[in-house]
T-cell receptor, first 118, second 114 residues
Framework: AQSVAQPEDQVNVAEGNPLTVKCTYSVSGNPYLFWYVQYPNRGLQFLLKYITGDNLVKGSYGFEAEFNKSQTSFHLKKPSALVSDSALYFCAVRDSFWKGTSYGKLTFGQGTILTVHP | EPEVTQTPSHQVTQMGQEVILRCVPISNHLYFYWYRQILGQKVEFLVSFYNNEISEKSEIFDDQFSVERPDGSNFTLKIRSTKLEDSAMYFC????????????FGQGTRLTVV
């Protein structure tokens, strides 16, 4: 069974400071990893993904994430936080193994509320 | 930019009533999903759908739930007899097909069962 853990329910940072939102995962095969952001009363918006290749992936709005296979982690980072980054962030994993009719479900972490203070 | 659209945005229903949640996935996508998020909890997988049949379903997706793609564009989730615990935000998602592609989510339907 696949699982995702986001160990921090909340992360608070000051505007202009770097931010990190942590994620660790467990999957039987090679992982496909995703970060999504959810603003109030909105759906889930895709930020970035790791499929293969370079361990550092860059995504929307200046976010990046580093895949670490040995630590089974995929932490989300941004060098300089903005107040507008305040939202709920979800890490998700999908097993890369083709199951015959689908690549399988996304399994989400419980989410981390990011608050960026002016 | 293409997007997944869901209707209605909010539905209130009485316990025991049937509800149908509607979704229009992105037009060239092949795989369709329903997820739900109970208030304050994580997003949970319900069901995936490909080639007009269910590919995978979770233990949550019992006989009270059904999905169909009636006309090649809409993708619906039906709950036959709603329970209080079905109250949640329901998200529809679609992907082009390869496992490495990201899922695009709709804005969600908030279902409130009273």
């Amino acid at each position: 069974a696949q699982s995702v853990a986001q160990p921090e329910d909340q992360v608070n940072v000051a505007e202009g400071n770097p931010l990190t939102v942590k994620c660790t995962y467990s999957v039987s095969g090679n992982p496909y990893l995703f970060w999504y952001v959810q603003y109030p009363n909105r759906g889930l918006q895709f930020l970035l993904k790791y499929i293969t290749g370079d361990n550092l992936v860059k995504g929307s709005y200046g976010f990046e994430a580093e895949f670490n296979k040995s630590q089974t982690s995929f932490h989300l980072k941004k060098p300089s936080a903005l107040v507008s980054d305040s939202a709920l962030y979800f890490c998700a994993v999908r097993d890369s193994f083709w199951k015959g009719t689908s690549y399988g479900k996304l399994t989400f972490g419980q989410g981390t509320i990011l608050t960026v203070h002016p | 930019e293409p997007e997944v659209t869901q209707t209605p945005s909010h539905q209130v229903t009485q316990m025991g009533q049937e509800v149908i949640l509607r979704c229009v996935p992105i037009s060239n996508h092949l795989y369709f999903y329903w997820y739900r998020q109970i208030l304050g909890q994580k997003v949970e997988f319900l069901v995936s759908f490909y080639n007009n049949e269910i590919s995978e379903k979770s233990e949550i997706f019992d006989d009270q739930f059904s999905v169909e793609r009636p006309d090649g564009s809409n993708f619906t989730l039906k709950i036959r007899s709603t329970k209080l615990e079905d109250s949640a935000m329901y998200f529809c998602a679609s992907t082009q097909g390869t496992g490495g592609t990201e899922a695009f989510f709709g804005q969600g339907t908030r279902l409130t069962v009273v």
